[in-house]
């Protein structure tokens, strides 16, 4: 079922691409740059992960109370609950960069699990950076990857589309830091299921 409110730019229909390409677009769709910290790119040491399409996607609205990289702090308005068919999930910042419409950080692991029906946990084992300067494929900059250790925690009533706060932690190989509190306008989720597939993960948006 895909909600009414879904707007028409996130066009994901078109041949498959990876789901970081296709979150990417849809974060673009989303977000203008307002007042914030310009970046500089974040040097990364590691190869990317195996390819993965994404089934189900999920925009949420609100603000970063707290949300700092690498010890500098910046502003956002969306964040995204990203899930690939292969298991891999995404919590995708949009940063409020006045410089970069591209600027979109993700906190990226596998294994998620629900604790009860207000609540999402996922270990996180990679940070995907995104930005103007990264090089493209097919048009849409292809981020870069860092392991790292870390947790997101999601909570709200899923099942209702209603997401209270999402905060997430994480440290990579070269000890960079990065931190989310995103706490929700109340608006309700909107998701979008891009294509079936068999459930890796637990699912907290069933």
Known sequence: MVPSHVSPPMRLCRPPLAATF??????????????????????????????????????????????????????????????????????????????????????????????????????????????KDRPRVDGLPVPAEQTSTGLCRQTGNFAARKVKDVTCSATDSEGRAYELLFVSDGTPVSVRRIRQSAPSIQDPFK
């Open 22 to 131: 296709a979150l990417t677009a849809a974060l673009a769709a989303w977000v203008s740059p307002c007042f914030a910290e310009s970046s500089a790119p974040i040097p990364v040491n590691n190869p990317p992960a195996p390819n993965a399409y994404i089934d189900l996607l999920a925009l949420m609205s609100g603000h970063c109370k707290t949300f700092k990289v690498a010890g500098r702090t910046f502003a956002c308005k969306t964040v995204a609950y990203a899930h690939g068919d292969k298991g891999r999930v995404n919590f995708a910042v949009a940063v409020d960069d006045p410089t970069d419409d591209s600027h979109v950080v993700s906190f990226s692991g596998e294994n998620g699990k629900r604790a009860d029906d207000n609540s999402y946990e996922l270990p996180i084992d990679r940070m995907l950076l995104n930005s």
